[in-house]
């Protein structure tokens, strides 16, 4: 009996170690893989990436000192008008090299000649070799009575639209198309900005901008410096310039309905709302101080989700016209990154009044999508409302809701260009209360 049990105690142990390595022998002998491409990838592989190009990073590319100037705005020490000192905008020539000999020319005529060949005609008999950095086909005629070569040289290039390098240790005199030049700006960083848009306006891309001794270096032909010089003139003859803040939400009702506008007359007053202007697409809304950015968004609160998808500021000279671009300034890629505002604006008598006469356009790559002519007066807003969401959507099915829709806020300033005045205080740069309405009524 004894012997059976210690049988059974054996065939039962020798059936467990069976089963065990039946059940070792069924286990994988190696680990799992996978393949991709031809390339083995398991829990060690290291990730690997296709060879890029040799291009500048997205981020990278994106970095500008002006964002946090152009795309922030401070709305609780807002300046609805604000005084500047005139300050003289100078642009200087760089790159013209070594000073000239001083020599003397008299009585010096040239005749429907290239400008390098009448200045090797002047230049017979010094050791200055002229040359071309590239050809160089204008005809100039002139006559010379008197005065430096230096002075001469200047007037024949500037006849021949060309520029001068001059080298004294190897006496060469380099004539070229292109130059370059340097802007000293005025100290407001406002003016700045609204230089700096109308020079991008005129297709100028290569500046070269210094915001901390306020210069600007930029390079072109003669065309580049016309237009430069024409901006920096007009810019100077303004009395006035306008400024935009601007906000930019999405809003999401929270019902499927749409936003009551017309709440908004019971929620702030019929005197807060001052006049209703029609677009092809959209209305926009001259307001009282009363709807700022702080109570509109309680306002919406109310009905729907409020998303701040874009935020600025842009100013143009009196009678320019410019533009904020939502992309540049938005939190993040969104569908309408696409759209550009851009206005026109004209600040003075407006039959008998002093106001604000501003066009504002909605804009796309599409085309234009509304515009509105705005008559406004100084601390009014604008509110712009019923762009529907789905105007910027390219796909033909969306997540986003029929009811959400674009609200744009714009609060239009004025800075006043007043003449230099010795000692200014620059705590006399903000006019409120009745300093504000004696200015208003000058």
């Keep these: 009996m004894f012997f059976w049990k210690k049988f059974l105690v054996v065939f039962s142990c020798a059936v467990m170690l069976f089963g065990c390595a039946l059940q070792k022998q069924k286990e994988p002998l ?12 398991d829990e060690n592989s290291v990730p690997i990436f296709p060879k890029k190009a040799a291009l500048t990073t997205d981020t990278a590319r994106r970095f500008s000192i002006e964002l946090p100037k152009r795309c922030e705005v401070d709305w609780n020490n807002q300046k609805v008008v604000s005084v500047v000192p005139e300050e003289k905008i100078e642009i200087v020539r760089l790159g013209s090299g070594d000073a000239l000999p001083e020599l003397k020319v008299d009585d010096y005529e040239f005749k429907n000649l290239t400008v390098k060949q009448a200045l090797d005609k002047l230049l017979l008999g010094t050791d200055i070799a002229v040359l071309e950095s590239e050809p160089l086909y204008e005809k100039i005629s002139g006559t ?13 290039t500037k006849m021949g639209r060309v520029y001068y390098f001059y080298d004294a240790h190897n006496g060469e005199l380099t004539l070229t198309h292109r130059g370059k030049w340097l802007i000293k700006m005025p100290k407001d960083e406002t003016i700045i900005m609204a230089l700096l848009d109308a020079m991008h306006g005129a297709d100028m891309r290569n500046l070269l901008v210094n915001w901390q001794d306020k210069t600007v270096v930029f390079e072109g032909n003669y065309q580049t410096e016309r237009e430069v010089a024409k901006i920096i003139a007009d810019i100077a003859n303004k009395k006035y310039m306008l400024a935009w803040d601007i906000d930019v939400y999405r809003v999401y ?13 019971p929620a702030f007053g019929d005197k807060n709302v001052k006049m209703s202007i029609p677009g092809v697409v959209g209305r926009a809304l001259v307001v009282g101080p009363e709807i700022n950015t702080k109570t509109l968004q309680e306002f919406l609160a109310q009905q729907a989700n409020v998303v701040l998808i874009s935020q600025g500021t842009f100013a143009i000279p009196n009678g320019w016209q410019s533009r904020f671009d939502i992309g540049q300034c938005g ?12 206005a026109t604006g004209v600040y003075g008598d407006f039959g008998g009044k002093n106001k604000i006469d501003a066009k504002i356009v909605l804009r796309t790559s599409s085309g234009e999508l509304s515009s509105f002519n705005i008559p406004s007066s100084v601390g009014d807003n604008y509110v712009i409302v019923g762009i529907p969401t789905h105007s910027f959507v390219t796909t033909p099915e969306t997540l986003v809701s029929p009811f959400a829709e674009l609200v744009v806020f714009m609060s239009p300033r004025i800075i006043s260009v007043v003449d230099g005045v010795t000692g200014h205080d620059d705590s006399a740069e903000e006019l409120i209360g009745e300093a504000l309405r004696d200015f208003l009524n000058e």
């Design 30 to 41: 190696f680990d799992t893989i996978t393949v991709v491409d031809e390339l083995v990838i």
């Design 144 to 156: 010379i009575s008197t005065g430096s070569l230096s002075d001469a040289v200047e007037l024949m």
């Design 253 to 265: 009702p929270r019902t499927d309905n749409p936003i009551v506008w017309m709440n908004l007359l």
């Design 331 to 342: 939190k993040e890629e969104r569908l309408e990154t696409d759209l550009i505002i851009g």
